[in-house]
């Protein structure tokens, strides 16, 4: 660069726009409708499955036992468990749990799951006794917001250089989120969102391990703690976003200023396009080819036995975070395309069960995965397209017939959404694995209730309501501690 340049480059970040301000005012102030409120209460009744169904995994109950229960006045509950933590270590252990089973909802407009950091840190910045379901709804809309539309100024770019999207956007949507709900005014929101920036970190280098789903618990900690910090006085640069800050930083010195088009609640990104909820419990990348497997197995009645190879065409960059083409355990197997083809093709289904360590290591399976090519295609489309970019799958027979089919729609998204008996039977199942011996009825009427959340005076009711029936058991709650 020369000197000419570098001092052009100086002086155009020394004239900066004042995004961290823009995004507090917009924190603090924002309005949402209730039809926003409702499809928000349809997230959080996604992601508080999911979180309870990941509670009982490894990872969880490795980093639960290393943490110590407290009983001070501001500690918190699990919202599996009758123990009390300090809100940090809370959000820690409950955004763990929400991501583990990589079954909590996406953006593909930023390559994230926006709900499970925000949602984890609300569940943690206080007991929700006393708040109505409508004000937390509003804070989750916001945080969520605040999250993608950040993902969205740093553009592709910040997925390609191997961010983990969901835990660098997370820390400041999940404060965005904390800062509205405790009533932070507009100087110490921004105070803990430069926090909060500075705070951000995750790789997908990670993926298929343990700290995959860490991130999560580390974002959703992080913003807690952003928001705890600047009430208590701690400061932040007046500028951490734009010019010489985080979107520079982020999307690798490609951007450096929030974009005139990417505007706040304009419509709210919840509205339109909509957060797509997960079918399956595995990357959203494997998503498309596990339908288009599931349907040529049950149109053409093809068996495993019968199969001589599969191809799958996938968009430019769409194996990137597979990075497991021979798992050897649940974690890897949620990042696998070869598996997510022959647990299709072999089972007829793609559950949580399919995620185990045993279903994945059959030896059925384990000999076959070099019979599965994932090839990418020539870049055909924009990059950013690689949520709707179609994906097809072709299964070769042994006795030489072939089969294809294209998915060009992802299951969960707008255009093909869970129906509220799928997000039910969601509900149960993973409220079943958090609890065996909870009773389906009792486990129903929790989602029935969940389902007049933005009507609720007192939360809090309702959180304790499905702590009651998931620690029903003694043997199971001390399993957890």
């Given at each position: 660069?020369?000197?000419?340049?570098?001092?052009?480059?100086?002086?155009?970040l020394?004239?900066?726009?004042?995004?961290t301000?823009?995004?507090a005012?917009?924190?603090?102030?924002?309005?949402v409708?209730?039809?926003?409120?409702?499809?928000a209460?349809?997230a959080?009744?996604?992601?508080?499955?999911?979180?309870?169904?990941?509670s009982?995994?490894?990872?969880?109950?490795?980093?639960?036992?290393?943490?110590?229960?407290?009983?001070?006045?501001?500690?918190?509950?699990?919202?599996?468990?009758?123990?009390?933590?300090?809100?940090?270590?809370?959000?820690?252990?409950?955004g763990t749990?929400?991501?583990?089973?990589?079954?909590?909802?996406?953006?593909?407009l930023s390559?994230?799951?926006?709900s499970?950091p925000?949602?984890?840190?609300?569940?943690?910045?206080?007991?929700?006794?006393?708040?109505?379901?409508?004000?937390?709804?509003?804070?989750?809309?916001?945080?969520?917001?605040?999250?993608?539309r950040?993902g969205q100024?740093?553009?592709?770019?910040?997925?390609?250089?191997?961010?983990?999207?969901?835990?660098?956007?997370?820390?400041?949507?999940?404060?965005?989120?904390?800062?509205r709900?405790?009533?932070?005014?507009?100087?110490?929101?921004r105070?803990a969102?430069?926090i909060?920036?500075s705070?951000?970190?995750?790789?997908?280098?990670?993926?298929?391990?343990?700290?995959?789903?860490?991130?999560?618990?580390?974002?959703?900690?992080?913003?807690v703690?952003a928001?705890?910090?600047?009430?208590?006085?701690?400061?932040?640069?007046?500028?951490?976003?734009?010019?010489?800050?985080?979107v520079?930083a982020?999307?690798?010195?490609?951007?450096?200023?929030?974009?005139?088009?990417?505007?706040?609640?304009?419509?709210?990104?919840?509205?339109?396009?909509?957060?797509?909820?997960?079918?399956?419990?595995?990357?959203?990348?494997?998503h498309?080819?596990i339908?288009?497997?599931?349907?040529?197995?049950?149109?053409?009645?093809i068996?495993?036995?019968?199969?001589?190879?599969?191809?799958?065409?996938?968009?430019?960059?769409?194996?990137?975070?597979?990075?497991?083409?021979?798992?050897?355990s649940?974690?890897?197997?949620?990042?696998?395309?070869?598996?997510?083809?022959?647990?299709?093709l072999?089972d007829?289904?793609?559950?949580?069960?399919?995620?185990?360590?045993?279903?994945?290591?059959?030896?059925?399976l384990?000999?076959?995965?070099?019979d599965v090519?994932?090839?990418?295609?020539?870049?055909?489309?924009p990059?950013?397209?690689?949520?709707?970019?179609?994906?097809?799958?072709?299964?070769r027979?042994?006795d030489?017939?072939?089969f294809?089919?294209?998915?060009?729609?992802?299951?969960?998204?707008?255009?093909?959404?869970?129906?509220?008996g799928?997000?039910?039977?969601?509900?149960?199942?993973?409220?079943?694995?958090?609890?065996?011996?909870?009773?389906?009825?009792?486990?129903g009427?929790?989602?029935?209730?969940?389902?007049r959340l933005?009507?609720?005076?007192?939360?809090?009711?309702?959180?304790?309501?499905?702590?009651?029936?998931?620690?029903?058991?003694?043997?199971?709650?001390?399993?957890?501690?």
């Amino acid at each position: 660069m020369s000197p000419e340049q570098a001092m052009f480059r100086k002086d155009r970040l020394a004239q900066r726009a004042p995004a961290t301000e823009a995004l507090a005012d917009y924190v603090v102030g924002a309005q949402v409708g209730t039809p926003t409120l409702d499809r928000a209460r349809l997230a959080v009744l996604d992601t508080l499955a999911v979180t309870l169904g990941g509670s009982t995994e490894p990872v969880t109950m490795r980093l639960l036992a290393t943490l110590e229960p407290t009983h001070q006045a501001s500690s918190v509950p699990l919202l599996w468990s009758d123990h009390t933590f300090n809100r940090f270590d809370a959000a820690l252990v409950t955004g763990t749990a929400s991501h583990v089973l990589d079954y909590d909802d996406v953006s593909m407009l930023s390559i994230c799951h926006p709900s499970a950091p925000v949602l984890s840190a609300l569940l943690s910045v206080r007991d929700w006794s006393g708040l109505s379901g409508r004000v937390l709804l509003e804070a989750f809309v916001i945080g969520t917001e605040v999250l993608i539309r950040l993902g969205q100024t740093m553009g592709f770019r910040h997925y390609q250089l191997g961010f983990h999207a969901t835990a660098t956007l997370g820390a400041v949507g999940a404060a965005a989120a904390c800062a509205r709900l405790m009533g932070l005014d507009q100087l110490r929101t921004r105070h803990a969102l430069a926090i909060a920036a500075s705070m951000s970190s995750g790789l997908q280098v990670n993926f298929g391990s343990m700290v995959k789903s860490l991130h999560v618990g580390l974002a959703a900690s992080s913003g807690v703690r952003a928001v705890q910090f600047a009430a208590g006085g701690v400061e932040g640069a007046p500028e951490v976003f734009s010019g010489n800050g985080f979107v520079r930083a982020f999307s690798g010195d490609q951007s450096t200023e929030w974009p005139d088009d990417v505007r706040l609640g304009e419509p709210f990104v919840i509205d339109d396009p909509g957060f797509e909820q997960k079918r399956y419990p595995c990357c959203y990348m494997l998503h498309r080819m596990i339908e288009a497997s599931l349907q040529l197995r049950r149109e053409h009645g093809i068996a495993l036995e019968q199969v001589a190879d599969v191809l799958v065409d996938m968009p430019s960059g769409g194996t990137k975070p597979l990075v497991h083409p021979r798992p050897q355990s649940g974690l890897n197997a949620l990042f696998s395309g070869p598996y997510a083809v022959l647990a299709s093709l072999a089972d007829g289904r793609v559950d949580l069960k399919s995620f185990t360590d045993a279903e994945v290591r059959r030896s059925a399976l384990q000999q076959r995965f070099s019979d599965v090519i994932l090839r990418e295609r020539a870049l055909t489309e924009p990059a950013e397209a690689i949520g709707d970019a179609p994906v097809t799958v072709t299964v070769r027979l042994r006795d030489g017939k072939a089969f294809t089919r294209t998915i060009t729609v992802s299951p969960g998204s707008a255009h093909d959404p869970l129906t509220p008996g799928q997000l039910r039977a969601k509900w149960i199942d993973c409220l079943r694995r958090a609890c065996p011996s909870a009773d389906d009825d009792d486990i129903g009427a929790l989602f029935e209730s969940g389902w007049r959340l933005s009507d609720m005076v007192d939360a809090g009711e309702w959180t304790r309501a499905i702590r009651a029936v998931v620690t029903q058991s003694p043997l199971t709650c001390e399993a957890r501690r």
